[in-house]
């Protein structure tokens, strides 16, 4: 017969007694709160996008007689001037109507979808395997699951400067402390070797290298991803490589994996910007770990993670196979594309008093120096860029929100008119501002970091 007086409830990993009203006992006596007190988490509050913190700041009040240019936004879509692949469109289409995934997919992706990723990028110098592929919702995830499995509260990253604002963003709302290692525009953006070398201490849990970068549309050469692998092969620090531009390239870039067996090395991907589907939120990364160096604590940490939220859409997960048998033609006219522009920009902001733009080899943009010194109407690159826009309703994202001053971003993947229209506003801007400089500060230069 059922005791009316007390039943067993589970709680947590134990059990508790509770009486017929509810009440668990025995209970300590509880002060009562007396007000009602709820704050954000300190995860929310150390949660900062630098990008939002800068643009949200700035007075963006466009020319009225001039349609707006925005060449700031990171999106190949925006314009409509670079459509997906119809193969690509057709793989998401029989994947919906087959029906096989309107359900939920394994944590870290359905089989098939792996090995199609894994039979994508393997090679004989870096192979993979489907167990070597973890599905995630865009690349942004893959670099979050990346960042928190190598990290703890206390440790830190090495992050390239300029570069991808979501880096610092998601380790300091962890308790993981950036350093930033420089980039040197003079070389190509090359890294500052030395620099980055300096900065290694015991804390150091993982190297990120941006290739090709965001900002900077730069492509390190083997040689110098060479030199990059050897500092970390010599400090015993695991790499992070952002390489979701790594098909968007104009030369010979080699992905990092395939030049090392030593270094353990998580590489983030996906579908955004070589296939022009951002949308649609399929990243992943791949486990390069030859040497047996991540073991399977770290693969089995990444199945853990990928288990608090279920990441990659189950339906672009069943059309992966497909959309990844895209055309050789339909990428090669995204990279002609690409080039063009850059090319058209470049030439245009060179002959420009006061400007330096510096030639990409890939990605989606283009940086420009500006010599503040011949510009005294502005503070800085934000004064700057704010200008562009209430003036010449043009606007380049200054960049200041990538912890590098008096330079500004310009995206390539504006149609080609646009891109024109919008260079010619910019040298008409630069030509009212820009000022001579006095003899006795001629030989400074403002672009100095």
């Given at each position: 017969?059922?005791?009316?007086?007390?039943?067993?409830?589970?709680?947590?990993?134990?059990?508790?007694?509770?009486?017929?009203?509810?009440?668990?006992?025995?209970?300590?006596?509880?002060?009562?709160?007396?007000?009602?007190?709820?704050?954000?988490?300190?995860?929310?509050?150390?949660?900062?996008?630098?990008?939002?913190?800068?643009?949200?700041?700035?007075?963006?009040?466009?020319?009225?007689?001039?349609?707006?240019?925005?060449?700031?936004?990171?999106?190949?879509?925006?314009?409509?001037?670079?459509?997906?692949?119809?193969?690509?469109?057709?793989?998401?289409?029989?994947?919906?109507?087959?029906?096989?995934?309107?359900?939920?997919?394994?944590?870290?992706?359905?089989?098939?979808?792996?090995?199609?990723?894994?039979?994508?990028?393997?090679?004989?110098e870096a192979p993979l395997e489907a167990e070597d592929v973890i599905l995630t919702s865009g690349c942004s995830?893959?670099?979050?699951?990346?960042?928190?499995?190598?990290?703890?509260?206390?440790?830190?990253?090495?992050?390239?400067?300029?570069?991808?604002?979501?880096?610092?963003?998601?380790?300091?709302?962890?308790?993981?402390?950036?350093?930033?290692?420089?980039?040197?525009?003079?070389?190509?953006?090359?890294?500052?070797?030395?620099?980055?070398?300096?900065?290694?201490?015991?804390?150091?849990?993982?190297?990120?290298?941006?290739?090709?970068?965001?900002?900077?549309?730069?492509?390190?050469?083997?040689?110098?991803?060479?030199?990059?692998?050897?500092?970390?092969?010599?400090?015993?620090?695991?790499?992070?490589?952002?390489?979701?531009?790594?098909?968007?390239?104009?030369?010979?870039?080699?992905?990092?994996?395939?030049?090392?067996?030593?270094?353990?090395?998580?590489?983030?991907?996906?579908?955004?910007?070589?296939?022009?589907?951002?949308?649609?939120?399929?990243?992943?990364?791949?486990?390069?770990?030859?040497?047996?160096?991540?073991?399977?604590?770290?693969?089995?940490?990444?199945?853990?993670?990928?288990?608090?939220?279920?990441?990659?859409?189950?339906?672009?997960?069943?059309?992966?196979?497909?959309?990844?048998?895209?055309?050789?033609?339909?990428?090669?006219?995204?990279?002609?594309?690409?080039?063009?522009?850059?090319?058209?920009?470049?030439?245009?902001?060179?002959?420009?008093?006061?400007?330096?733009?510096?030639?990409?080899?890939?990605?989606?943009?283009?940086?420009?120096?500006?010599?503040?010194?011949?510009?005294?109407?502005?503070?800085?690159?934000?004064?700057?860029?704010?200008?562009?826009?209430?003036?010449?309703?043009?606007?380049?994202?200054?960049?200041?929100?990538?912890?590098?001053?008096?330079?500004?971003?310009?995206?390539?993947?504006?149609?080609?008119?646009?891109?024109?229209?919008?260079?010619?506003?910019?040298?008409?801007?630069?030509?009212?501002?820009?000022?001579?400089?006095?003899?006795?500060?001629?030989?400074?230069?403002?672009?100095?970091?």
């Open positions: 017969m059922f005791n009316w007086d007390f039943h067993l409830m589970h709680h947590g990993n134990g059990i508790h007694h509770v009486n017929v009203n509810g009440s668990l006992y025995p209970a300590k006596a509880k002060s009562r709160r007396q007000r009602w007190e709820v704050k954000p988490s300190d995860m929310a509050n150390n949660t900062l996008n630098p990008i939002r913190a800068i643009v949200d700041g700035m007075k963006l009040t466009p020319n009225p007689d001039k349609p707006m240019i925005a060449l700031s936004i990171g999106d190949p879509t925006v314009f409509g001037n670079l459509p997906t692949d119809e193969t690509v469109r057709q793989a998401l289409k029989d994947a919906i109507d087959s029906e096989k995934y309107n359900g939920y997919a394994p944590s870290v992706g359905y089989l098939k979808s792996r090995q199609a990723v894994a039979n994508f990028y393997s090679c004989p995830q893959a670099i979050d699951l990346a960042i928190s499995v190598l990290c703890n509260p206390g440790d830190n990253i090495l992050v390239p400067c300029p570069g991808f604002s979501l880096y610092k963003t998601l380790a300091v709302s962890l308790g993981i402390e950036v350093k930033l290692y420089n980039l040197l525009p003079e070389k190509s953006w090359e890294a500052d070797l030395q620099h980055m070398e300096s900065l290694i201490d015991e804390r150091t849990s993982c190297l990120i290298v941006t290739n090709p970068s965001n900002p900077c549309g730069s492509v390190f050469s083997k040689e110098h991803l060479q030199k990059i692998l050897n500092v970390a092969s010599r400090h015993c620090v695991p790499i992070l490589a952002d390489e979701i531009y790594t098909d968007l390239v104009r030369c010979t870039s080699p992905s990092m994996a395939s030049l090392s067996s030593s270094v353990p090395i998580l590489s983030c991907g996906g579908l955004a910007k070589r296939w022009l589907v951002p949308g649609w939120r399929m990243g992943w990364i791949l486990i390069h770990d030859r040497n047996n160096i991540f073991g399977s604590e770290i693969r089995q940490g990444l199945v853990k993670l990928s288990q608090r939220i279920l990441g990659a859409c189950s339906v672009v997960q069943g059309a992966l196979e497909g959309i990844l048998n895209a055309p050789q033609s339909f990428y090669n006219n995204t990279i002609s594309f690409l080039k063009s522009n850059s090319q058209i920009c470049f030439n245009e902001l060179s002959t420009v008093p006061g400007l330096t733009p510096i030639m990409p080899s890939g990605a989606m943009y283009l940086m420009v120096g500006i010599d503040m010194g011949h510009f005294p109407d502005f503070k800085n690159d934000v004064d700057f860029t704010e200008a562009l826009v209430t003036e010449q309703s043009v606007f380049c994202l200054p960049a200041s929100a990538f912890e590098f001053p008096n330079y500004f971003r310009i995206v390539v993947t504006v149609p080609e008119h646009l891109m024109v229209e919008a260079c010619g506003r910019i040298r008409e801007f630069c030509q009212r501002h820009y000022r001579p400089r006095s003899s006795d500060s001629s030989d400074s230069n403002d672009l100095d970091q």
